[in-house]
């Protein structure tokens, strides 16, 4: 089985630029959450998708969004881009949605923002 | 809510040295714990995962954890390090009331030759 790939790898932006990161998971799996994942904080929870609906939210503004499509396949977008959002971004994908279920990640994409 | 300390953000061990990289979490349900992976420029990968059965759990490379309740430890150990386990490890914990995964910060590990 492929495993989860995301696209593009890496990006270079500008402040108050918009971004669109995709991340198709492993075919069969019907959960994705993406991660900002930042030196020093680790891996922060940005959002949950599964059957096309947002199940959980973490703690960012409101500038964060994402989807999920029928095929599964999730976009998040980051709208008016800060310094700050600089980071890698990764996708996981799983099974069904719980927590109980293993993640897997994929490579992520390095959002640099100038 | 749930938290994850990884006590020591840098680990450096000698080749053939033992390893321990400390988690502690906080929580006030029971937990599902898991210790991942990150070599440079890839995703996190599982290494072991706690859900409920014995506290002793074996995952792959070698590497095993244990789970205690009394102390809400979940350290990571293998009896002989390799140049190879050199990367970022991630010690994460969810619930089966919750919705997400919390990770800790995370614990770098040097294996010096």
């Known amino acids: 089985k492929a495993g989860v790939t995301q696209t593009p790898r890496y990006l270079i932006k500008t402040r108050g630029q918009q971004v669109t990161l995709s991340c198709s998971p492993i075919s069969g799996h019907r959960s994705v959450s993406w991660y900002q994942q930042t030196p020093g904080q680790g891996l922060q929870f940005l959002f949950e998708y599964f059957s096309e609906t947002q199940r959980n939210k973490g703690n960012f503004p409101g500038r964060f969004s994402g989807r999920q499509f029928s095929n ?35 490579p992520g994409t390095r959002l640099t923002v100038t | 809510a749930q938290s994850v300390t990884q006590l020591d953000s840098q680990v450096p061990v000698f080749e053939e040295a033992p390893v321990e990289l400390r988690c ?17 420029n890839q995703g996190l990968q599982l290494l072991l995962k706690y859900l409920s059965g ?13 789970f205690k309740k009394s102390e809400t430890s979940f350290h990571l150990t293998k009896p002989s390090a390799h140049m190879s386990d050199a990367a970022e490890y991630f010690c994460a914990v969810s619930t089966n009331t919750g919705n997400q ?13």
Do not use: H
């Open chain 1, 72 to 106: 599964s396949r999730s976009e998040m977008n980051v709208s008016t881009l800060e310094l700050g959002d600089s980071a890698l971004y990764l996708c996981a994908s799983s099974p069904l949605a719980g927590a109980i279920y293993e993640q897997y990640f994929g």
């Open chain 2, 24 to 40: 502690n979490y906080s929580s006030s349900v029971s937990v599902y714990l898991f210790w991942y992976v990150q070599y440079p």
């Open chain 2, 54 to 66: 014995s506290t002793l759990v074996k995952g792959i490379n070698g590497f095993e954890a244990e």
């Open chain 2, 101 to 113: 995964f919390y990770f800790g910060t995370g614990t770098s590990l040097t294996v010096i030759p």
